[in-house]
């Protein structure tokens, strides 16, 4: 065999080994509940649960408490299966995150606290098809 094909050969197994190592750390989205089943399991995985900012009737946002020092914050979030939880978040509220629709925590529990490392934020997005009459 060339010594082309040899490399060759280890590039392509190299990068199967990359993909089959990573892809055991994914995750999929899952409830509160589940992710404290997984917790009580055993699992040190990071968990992503999907949900919204809980509302009150008028449809404004409320369970949000910043520390006294806005570099930490604690949220209520509702899963899609309506469970309210308390979220702990290590580091200032993001940007948009008074204006997302969905927000999806990454993180783990913490006895009964869950305590998200990342926070990923849907925004209404400016892309959404709109209704356009055309006058004639």
Not at 3 to 19: F, Y
Not at 67 to 73: N, Y
Not at 115 to 128: E, F, G, M, N, R
Request: charged share 25%; with cysteine; net charge negative.
């Amino acid at each position: 065999m060339k010594r082309s094909h040899i490399i060759g050969i280890v590039l392509i197994a190299a990068a199967i080994g990359i993909i089959i190592s990573t892809a055991g750390d994914a995750s999929s989205y899952v409830t509160f509940s589940e992710a404290y089943d997984m917790a009580k399991g055993g699992s040190d995985k990071s968990i992503h649960v999907v949900g919204e900012l809980t509302r009150d009737n008028q449809g404004e946002i409320t369970g949000i408490y910043p520390s006294a020092d806005k570099l930490s914050v604690r949220f209520i979030m509702q899963d899609e299966n309506g469970k309210k939880q308390e979220v702990f978040y290590n580091e200032p509220i993001p940007p948009d995150f008074m204006r997302s629709e969905k927000v999806v925590v990454i993180g783990s529990y913490n006895d009964e606290l869950f305590v998200a490392d990342k926070i990923l934020l849907k925004c209404p997005s400016k892309y959404q098809e709109e209704t356009v009459e055309a006058k004639m």
